[in-house]
Protein backbone atom coordinates (compact mmCIF):
# COMPACT_ATOMS: atom_id res chain seq x y z
CA UNK A 1 0.00 0.00 0.00
CA UNK A 2 0.85 3.55 -0.45
CA UNK A 3 3.14 5.13 2.82
CA UNK A 4 2.26 8.16 4.26
CA UNK A 5 4.67 9.89 7.00
CA UNK A 6 4.57 12.48 9.32
CA UNK A 7 6.97 14.90 11.05
CA UNK A 8 7.56 15.19 14.33
CA UNK A 9 5.88 12.00 15.58
CA UNK A 10 5.56 14.20 19.19
CA UNK A 11 6.07 17.62 19.92
CA UNK A 12 5.77 19.84 23.69
CA UNK A 13 5.38 23.54 23.03
CA UNK A 14 4.94 26.35 24.90
CA UNK A 15 1.41 27.95 25.37
CA UNK A 16 1.34 31.13 22.47
CA UNK A 17 3.84 29.39 20.33
CA UNK A 18 3.32 28.51 16.77
CA UNK A 19 3.67 24.40 15.60
CA UNK A 20 4.08 23.09 12.47
CA UNK A 21 3.43 19.20 11.57
CA UNK A 22 4.51 18.01 8.12
CA UNK A 23 2.29 14.93 6.37
CA UNK A 24 4.29 13.35 3.55
CA UNK A 25 2.92 10.96 0.69
CA UNK A 26 6.31 8.61 0.11
CA UNK A 27 5.72 6.65 -2.85
CA UNK A 28 2.56 8.35 -4.49
CA UNK A 29 0.59 11.28 -5.63
CA UNK A 30 -1.31 12.74 -3.01
CA UNK A 31 -3.74 15.04 -4.70
CA UNK A 32 -5.84 15.18 -1.30
CA UNK A 33 -5.04 15.38 2.00
CA UNK A 34 -7.02 15.23 5.14
CA UNK A 35 -6.34 16.19 8.86
CA UNK A 36 -7.81 14.42 11.68
CA UNK A 37 -7.48 14.77 15.41
CA UNK A 38 -8.25 12.40 17.79
CA UNK A 39 -8.64 13.08 21.45
CA UNK A 40 -8.14 10.41 24.23
CA UNK A 41 -10.55 7.27 23.93
CA UNK A 42 -12.18 9.32 21.56
CA UNK A 43 -12.93 8.95 17.62
CA UNK A 44 -10.90 10.50 14.95
CA UNK A 45 -12.46 13.78 13.83
CA UNK A 46 -12.01 15.26 10.26
CA UNK A 47 -10.73 18.98 10.52
CA UNK A 48 -10.16 19.92 6.89
CA UNK A 49 -10.07 18.48 3.35
CA UNK A 50 -7.47 20.08 1.34
CA UNK A 51 -6.41 19.50 -2.43
CA UNK A 52 -2.71 20.31 -4.01
CA UNK A 53 -3.08 23.63 -5.22
CA UNK A 54 -6.11 24.99 -3.72
CA UNK A 55 -7.39 26.34 -0.04
CA UNK A 56 -8.40 23.48 2.63
CA UNK A 57 -11.94 23.03 3.13
CA UNK A 58 -12.71 22.83 6.93
CA UNK A 59 -15.27 21.17 8.96
CA UNK A 60 -17.69 23.18 10.95
CA UNK A 61 -16.48 24.25 14.03
CA UNK A 62 -12.98 24.42 13.16
CA UNK A 63 -11.03 27.86 12.96
CA UNK A 64 -9.22 28.31 10.24
CA UNK A 65 -7.27 31.00 11.26
CA UNK A 66 -5.97 28.88 14.31
CA UNK A 67 -5.22 25.63 12.17
CA UNK A 68 -3.35 27.08 8.89
CA UNK A 69 -3.30 24.16 5.97
CA UNK A 70 -0.83 24.74 3.00
CA UNK A 71 -0.85 22.10 0.38
CA UNK A 72 1.64 23.03 -2.10
CA UNK A 73 3.22 19.77 -3.09
CA UNK A 74 1.53 16.96 -4.11
CA UNK A 75 3.46 14.95 -1.67
CA UNK A 76 3.72 17.48 1.31
CA UNK A 77 0.99 19.43 3.70
CA UNK A 78 1.56 21.21 6.50
CA UNK A 79 -0.77 21.90 9.99
CA UNK A 80 0.36 24.71 11.50
CA UNK A 81 -1.53 24.97 15.32
CA UNK A 82 -0.96 28.89 15.91
CA UNK A 83 -0.79 30.43 19.61
CA UNK A 84 -1.37 27.20 20.71
CA UNK A 85 -3.08 26.68 24.25
CA UNK A 86 -3.13 23.71 26.04
CA UNK A 87 -6.74 22.81 24.87
CA UNK A 88 -5.09 22.18 21.69
CA UNK A 89 -2.96 19.54 22.70
CA UNK A 90 -4.40 16.26 20.79
CA UNK A 91 -3.52 13.51 18.30
CA UNK A 92 -3.30 14.79 14.82
CA UNK A 93 -3.64 12.62 12.16
CA UNK A 94 -2.95 13.07 8.49
CA UNK A 95 -4.55 11.12 5.50
CA UNK A 96 -3.83 11.59 1.31
CA UNK A 97 -5.30 9.86 -1.65
CA UNK A 98 -4.20 9.55 -5.02
CA UNK A 99 -6.78 11.30 -8.16
CA UNK A 100 -9.37 8.91 -8.69
CA UNK A 101 -8.19 6.37 -5.53
CA UNK A 102 -10.62 4.54 -3.55
CA UNK A 103 -9.03 4.64 -0.04
CA UNK A 104 -7.49 6.75 2.18
CA UNK A 105 -4.13 6.12 3.53
CA UNK A 106 -2.85 7.16 6.85
CA UNK A 107 0.01 8.65 8.38
CA UNK A 108 1.30 7.50 11.97
CA UNK A 109 -0.16 11.01 13.90
CA UNK A 110 1.33 13.51 15.73
CA UNK A 111 1.02 13.68 19.59
CA UNK A 112 0.82 17.76 20.31
CA UNK A 113 1.40 18.61 23.86
CA UNK A 114 0.76 22.00 24.85
CA UNK A 115 2.43 23.22 28.13
CA UNK B 1 -27.26 12.81 10.42
CA UNK B 2 -25.16 10.13 9.76
CA UNK B 3 -23.12 8.39 12.30
CA UNK B 4 -21.42 5.32 13.43
CA UNK B 5 -21.82 3.55 16.57
CA UNK B 6 -19.02 0.67 17.88
CA UNK B 7 -21.14 -0.45 21.07
CA UNK B 8 -17.73 -2.09 23.23
CA UNK B 9 -14.94 0.30 24.00
CA UNK B 10 -12.95 -2.56 25.04
CA UNK B 11 -13.18 -6.40 23.72
CA UNK B 12 -11.19 -8.97 25.53
CA UNK B 13 -10.44 -12.91 24.48
CA UNK B 14 -8.39 -15.64 24.37
CA UNK B 15 -5.83 -16.26 21.92
CA UNK B 16 -8.02 -19.25 19.09
CA UNK B 17 -11.04 -17.98 20.43
CA UNK B 18 -13.67 -16.04 17.39
CA UNK B 19 -13.38 -11.99 17.89
CA UNK B 20 -16.69 -9.67 17.05
CA UNK B 21 -16.53 -6.81 17.18
CA UNK B 22 -19.89 -4.77 17.16
CA UNK B 23 -20.89 -1.30 15.05
CA UNK B 24 -24.53 0.08 14.04
CA UNK B 25 -24.48 2.88 11.59
CA UNK B 26 -26.85 5.53 10.77
CA UNK B 27 -27.29 7.30 7.07
CA UNK B 28 -29.52 8.53 5.19
CA UNK B 29 -27.75 7.28 1.89
CA UNK B 30 -26.42 4.57 0.87
CA UNK B 31 -23.10 4.31 2.65
CA UNK B 32 -19.70 2.69 2.02
CA UNK B 33 -18.29 1.52 5.12
CA UNK B 34 -15.13 0.57 6.53
CA UNK B 35 -13.28 -1.34 8.98
CA UNK B 36 -9.97 0.10 10.23
CA UNK B 37 -7.32 -0.98 12.40
CA UNK B 38 -4.87 1.07 14.33
CA UNK B 39 -1.27 -0.53 16.45
CA UNK B 40 0.39 1.74 18.41
CA UNK B 41 2.65 4.35 16.70
CA UNK B 42 1.68 3.14 13.12
CA UNK B 43 -1.34 4.47 10.92
CA UNK B 44 -4.76 3.53 10.58
CA UNK B 45 -4.90 0.42 7.99
CA UNK B 46 -7.82 -0.62 5.95
CA UNK B 47 -8.87 -3.85 7.15
CA UNK B 48 -12.27 -4.04 4.94
CA UNK B 49 -14.26 -2.13 2.85
CA UNK B 50 -18.05 -2.47 1.79
CA UNK B 51 -19.31 -0.72 -1.24
CA UNK B 52 -22.48 -1.72 -2.14
CA UNK B 53 -21.12 -5.05 -3.54
CA UNK B 54 -21.79 -8.50 -1.65
CA UNK B 55 -22.93 -7.83 1.66
CA UNK B 56 -20.33 -10.75 3.55
CA UNK B 57 -16.71 -8.42 3.11
CA UNK B 58 -13.63 -10.72 3.49
CA UNK B 59 -10.32 -8.42 4.48
CA UNK B 60 -7.25 -9.05 5.23
CA UNK B 61 -5.79 -10.91 8.34
CA UNK B 62 -8.83 -13.31 8.49
CA UNK B 63 -11.42 -10.71 9.46
CA UNK B 64 -14.71 -10.38 7.51
CA UNK B 65 -17.76 -8.37 8.02
CA UNK B 66 -21.28 -8.57 7.07
CA UNK B 67 -23.53 -5.45 5.93
CA UNK B 68 -27.02 -6.11 7.08
CA UNK B 69 -29.67 -3.21 5.98
CA UNK B 70 -32.01 -4.16 8.06
CA UNK B 71 -29.63 -4.31 11.04
CA UNK B 72 -28.09 -1.39 10.39
CA UNK B 73 -24.89 -3.04 11.43
CA UNK B 74 -21.89 -4.02 10.04
CA UNK B 75 -19.97 -6.21 12.94
CA UNK B 76 -16.45 -7.07 12.22
CA UNK B 77 -15.67 -11.17 13.19
CA UNK B 78 -12.64 -13.08 12.94
CA UNK B 79 -12.82 -16.87 14.01
CA UNK B 80 -9.08 -17.25 15.67
CA UNK B 81 -7.84 -14.64 17.69
CA UNK B 82 -3.89 -13.98 17.34
CA UNK B 83 -2.21 -12.14 19.41
CA UNK B 84 -1.00 -9.53 16.98
CA UNK B 85 -4.56 -8.88 16.34
CA UNK B 86 -4.81 -6.68 19.68
CA UNK B 87 -5.17 -3.03 18.55
CA UNK B 88 -7.75 -0.31 18.28
CA UNK B 89 -10.31 -0.95 15.87
CA UNK B 90 -12.34 2.13 14.26
CA UNK B 91 -15.82 1.06 12.09
CA UNK B 92 -16.26 4.23 9.40
CA UNK B 93 -18.51 4.95 7.24
CA UNK B 94 -19.08 7.60 4.21
CA UNK B 95 -22.67 8.75 4.16
CA UNK B 96 -22.38 9.39 0.40
CA UNK B 97 -20.68 6.78 -1.00
CA UNK B 98 -17.80 8.09 -1.60
CA UNK B 99 -14.45 8.02 0.47
CA UNK B 100 -13.91 11.25 1.15
CA UNK B 101 -15.73 11.92 3.75
CA UNK B 102 -15.47 9.73 6.95
CA UNK B 103 -17.20 9.18 9.98
CA UNK B 104 -14.82 7.40 12.74
CA UNK B 105 -17.22 5.23 15.29
CA UNK B 106 -15.18 5.93 18.90
CA UNK B 107 -13.12 2.78 18.39
CA UNK B 108 -12.94 -0.76 19.99
CA UNK B 109 -9.98 -2.07 21.93
CA UNK B 110 -9.33 -5.80 21.58
CA UNK B 111 -7.15 -7.18 24.43
CA UNK B 112 -6.01 -10.92 23.26
CA UNK B 113 -4.86 -13.18 26.34
CA UNK B 114 -2.30 -15.97 25.85
Known amino acids: GAVVSQHPSRVICKSGTSVKIECRSL??????MFWYRQFPKKSLMLMAT?????????EQGVEKDKFLINHASLTLSTLTVTSAHPEDSSFYIC???????????FGPGTRLTVL | AQSVTQLDSHVSVSEGTPVLLRCNYS??????LFWYVQHPNKGLQLLLK??????LVKGINGFEAEFKKSETSFHLTKPSAHMSDAAEYFC????????????FGAGTRLAVHP
Open chain 1, 27 to 32: DFQATT
Open chain 1, 50 to 58: SNEGSKATY
Open chain 2, 27 to 32: SSYSPS
Open chain 2, 92 to 103: VVSPSGGYNKLI
Open chain 2, 50 to 55: YTSAAT
Open chain 1, 95 to 105: SATGQGWNEQF
